[in-house]
């Protein structure tokens, strides 16, 4: 069975850095497309970031410039790197392979 297993959430101040990760069990980054995604109460679940197989790279406008995907085959991990964290980058952090596997997520908040 597939298995995604988000960590490295938490309390940050506004310009901090967190690092996120994404362990996969049950499947291989390598062979298919990674992302991120993160929802706030009363919002969406948006995609934030993607990796291809091809190791192409997407991020949305509102983290472009701050936030990086990358993946280590090796490890069978996505990872996300959030630079100058702001208040509004607040929500759970979802990892997802290939648009169907879903981790359960993991917190970051952002202070002011």
């Known amino acids: 069975q597939v298995q995604l297993v988000e960590s490295g959430g938490g309390l940050v101040q506004a310009g901090g850095s967190l690092r996120l990760s994404c362990e996969v069990s049950?499947?291989?980054?390598?062979?298919?497309?990674m992302a991120w995604y993160r929802q706030t109460p009363g919002n969406q679940r948006g995609l934030v970031a993607v990796f291809t197989t091809g190791g192409s790279t997407n991020y949305a406008d509102s983290v472009k410039g701050r936030f990086t995907i990358t993946r280590d085959n090796a490890k069978n991990t996505v990872y996300l790197q959030m630079n100058s964290l702001k208040p509004e980058d607040t929500a759970v952090y979802y990892c997802?392979?290939?648009?169907?596997?879903w981790g359960k997520g993991t917190q970051v908040t952002v202070s002011s």
């Open positions: 049950g499947s291989s980054v390598r062979f298919y497309t």
């Open positions: 997802r392979l290939a648009y169907a596997y």
